[in-house]
C-alpha cells in the first residue's frame, strides 16, 4: 500500500499563498489518482481536489476552483496543491489521498499538514 506524507503547511496571511506537497512511497505513483481533502476544526472532512493519472484530467471543490490547482510530477511521485488567494476559511488540516484511477476511490491518507490562515 502506497504511504503518503503531506508538508508545506504553516500560518500565512489572507491573501497569500502556499503549496502544499504530498510525497508518496511504496507503490507505484503514476498508476494513482491523488486527491486532496481538508477538515476545518468542528467540521467533517471534505473534499479539495483530485487528479488522475492523467494530468490534464483535474476535478474541484466549488469552493476552491479558480484559487486552488492540483498537480502531480510523477518522476518525483510527488503531488502537489497550489493555493492562492488564501482566505481565513480555508484554515484546516490538508490530507493527500491515493486512490484507484478512473473511479478516486481513495484509500490510502497521509497524516495531514495545517494551514492556519490570518486575518
Known amino acids: 500500500q502506497v504511504q503518503l506524507v503531506e508538508s508545506g503547511g504553516g500560518v500565512v496571511q489572507a491573501g497569500g499563498s502556499l503549496r502544499l506537497s504530498c510525497a508518496a512511497s511504496?507503490?507505484?505513483?503514476?498508476?494513482?489518482?491523488m486527491g486532496w481533502y481538508r477538515q476545518a476544526p468542528d467540521k467533517e472532512r471534505s473534499f479539495v481536489a483530485a487528479?488522475?493519472?492523467?494530468?490534464?484530467?483535474?476535478h474541484y471543490a466549488n469552493a476552491v476552483r479558480g484559487r486552488f490547482t492540483i498537480s502531480r510530477d510523477n518522476a518525483k511521485n510527488t503531488a502537489f496543491l497550489h493555493i492562492d488567494g488564501l482566505i481565513p476559511e480555508d484554515t484546516a488540516v490538508y490530507y493527500c489521498?491515493?486512490?484507484?484511477?478512473?473511479?478516486?476511490?481513495?484509500?490510502?491518507w497521509g497524516r495531514g499538514t495545517q494551514v492556519t490562515v490570518s486575518s
Open positions: 489521498a491515493a486512490g484507484t484511477s478512473g473511479t478516486f476511490d481513495f484509500a490510502s
Open positions: 511504496g507503490g507505484t505513483f503514476s498508476r494513482y489518482a
Open positions: 487528479i488522475g493519472v492523467n494530468a490534464g484530467d483535474t
